[in-house]
């Protein structure tokens, strides 16, 4: 198990889990590079530190990841002094990181951060909020990395004008979760939770990638203001959304508790799925060749893990 637990980042690259970086206590005195792996089958359930090669990043912690076309990127992150919105590569079939962008200061490029989330569509990446210790960035400004031409655009998305009466567009914020999906209209981004340094939200915010709309999700808002969570959905579009720190009067508390929202409509079997765990939520005690015997769908079957 690391000892650099805090502010690392997870995503899943097929039936992989793939955590990067992180610091330990006192923050900052102690940050990671690794990149450590964990097959999620239940034959091979082992954490493994990747042996790699090339430019290696350096240790950070609140940085955001992604995998895609066989390489593992690693984009901003902070040592607890400086912040950066520099980009590595980590080949996976070579095991060979490289640097792919590294700031040098240019007013062309967007400000270091950390605790910001990440966006992809296609070869362009999309850096959502994220701030330093003393601020926030703005929603209404979000950098876009290509990685074919490896140059910084800012985009200024549209605010959500159907929201007369109350906020219209989604304020600065950093410690917030983001997740996407694909749609008929094309990828939309789901923004929830955070905060700027003084309040913490509640709100959760729609982007629309193809034109850059944003829409507040007015009937649908956390129980709780919410920062440092974690977010991840499905293929299917259902969030889930676990642990962070939500105001408690005049302290705060951490929590660890597990949400869940559909974020769009999910298919007929899905409904009838979740209508079978809630009347009977002892299915994990069922051995599986039972559920297919009485007719239950094997790639249903196949998410229950039995007690």
Same mark, same amino acid.
């Given at each position: 198990?690391?000892?650099?637990?805090?502010?690392? #980042?997870?995503?899943?690259?097929?039936?992989?889990?793939?955590?990067?970086?992180?610091?330990?206590? !006192?923050?900052?005195?102690?940050?990671?590079?690794?990149?450590?792996?964990?097959?999620? =089958?239940?034959?091979?359930?082992?954490?493994?530190?990747?042996?790699?090669?090339?430019?290696?990043?350096?240790?950070?912690?609140?940085?955001? /990841?992604?995998?895609?076309?066989?390489?593992?990127?690693?984009?901003?992150?902070?040592? *607890?002094?400086?912040?950066?919105?520099?980009?590595?590569?980590?080949?996976?079939?070579? @095991?060979?990181?490289?640097? +792919?962008?590294? *700031?040098?200061?240019?007013?062309?490029?967007?400000?270091?951060?950390?605790?910001?989330? &990440?966006?992809?569509?296609?070869?362009?990446?999309?850096?959502?909020?994220?701030?330093?210790?003393?601020?926030?960035?703005?929603?209404?400004?979000?950098?876009?990395?290509?990685?074919?031409?490896?140059?910084? %655009?800012?985009?200024?998305?549209?605010?959500?004008? =159907?929201?007369?009466? /109350? &906020?219209?567009?989604?304020?600065?914020?950093?410690?917030?979760? #983001? +997740?996407?999906?694909?749609?008929?209209?094309?990828?939309?981004?789901? +923004? #929830? *939770?955070?905060?700027?340094?003084?309040?913490?939200?509640?709100?959760?915010?729609?982007?629309? /990638? !193809?034109?850059?709309?944003?829409?507040?999700?007015?009937?649908?808002?956390? !129980?709780?203001?919410?920062?440092?969570?974690? =977010?991840?959905? %499905?293929?299917?579009?259902?969030?889930?959304?676990?642990?962070?720190?939500?105001?408690?009067?005049?302290?705060?508390?951490?929590?660890?508790?597990?949400?869940?929202?559909?974020?769009?409509?999910?298919?007929?079997?899905?409904?009838?799925?979740?209508? @079978?765990?809630?009347?009977? !939520?002892?299915?994990?005690?069922?051995?599986?060749? %039972?559920?297919?015997?009485?007719? /239950?769908?094997?790639?249903? +079957?196949?998410?229950?893990?039995?007690?």
């Amino acid at each position: 198990m690391p000892e650099e637990l805090a502010s690392n #980042a997870m995503c899943m690259n097929g039936r992989y889990l793939m955590i990067y970086g992180g610091t330990g206590a !006192p923050f900052g005195n102690k940050c990671s590079n690794d990149v450590i792996t964990w097959r999620t =089958s239940e034959c091979d359930a082992k954490l493994q530190v990747l042996n790699v090669t090339g430019t290696r990043p350096p240790g950070q912690y609140g940085q955001s /990841i992604l995998c895609h076309n066989g390489a593992f990127y690693t984009v901003g992150g902070t040592n *607890g002094y400086a912040y950066n919105c520099d980009i590595y590569r980590l080949d996976l079939r070579t @095991m060979s990181w490289e640097p +792919v962008f590294v *700031g040098t200061g240019q007013e062309d490029e967007p400000i270091g951060r950390y605790r910001h989330e &990440v966006a992809r569509v296609g070869n362009k990446l999309y850096i959502i909020g994220g701030g330093t210790g003393d601020w926030a960035f703005e929603l209404m400004e979000i950098p876009m990395f290509d990685l074919e031409t490896k140059t910084w %655009t800012i985009i200024t998305p549209k605010a959500d004008d =159907s929201t007369k009466d /109350i &906020v219209q567009q989604p304020l600065a914020r950093k410690c917030h979760s #983001a +997740v996407q999906i694909e749609t008929p209209n094309g990828v939309q981004v789901f +923004v #929830a *939770g955070g905060t700027d340094g003084q309040g913490v939200f509640d709100d959760i915010w729609r982007l629309n /990638i !193809p034109d850059m709309q944003w829409h507040l999700m007015q009937k649908t808002i956390l !129980p709780h203001p919410l920062y440092f969570h974690s =977010s991840t959905v %499905t293929s299917y579009g259902c969030m889930y959304m676990f642990g962070g720190i939500e105001p408690n009067d005049n302290e705060t508390r951490r929590n660890n508790i597990l949400y869940k929202v559909w974020l769009c409509i999910p298919k007929l079997s899905e409904i009838c799925w979740e209508a @079978m765990l809630n009347f009977h !939520p002892t299915m994990d005690q069922v051995e599986k060749s %039972t559920l297919i015997n009485i007719g /239950i769908p094997r790639h249903f +079957v196949e998410r229950v893990h039995i007690q």
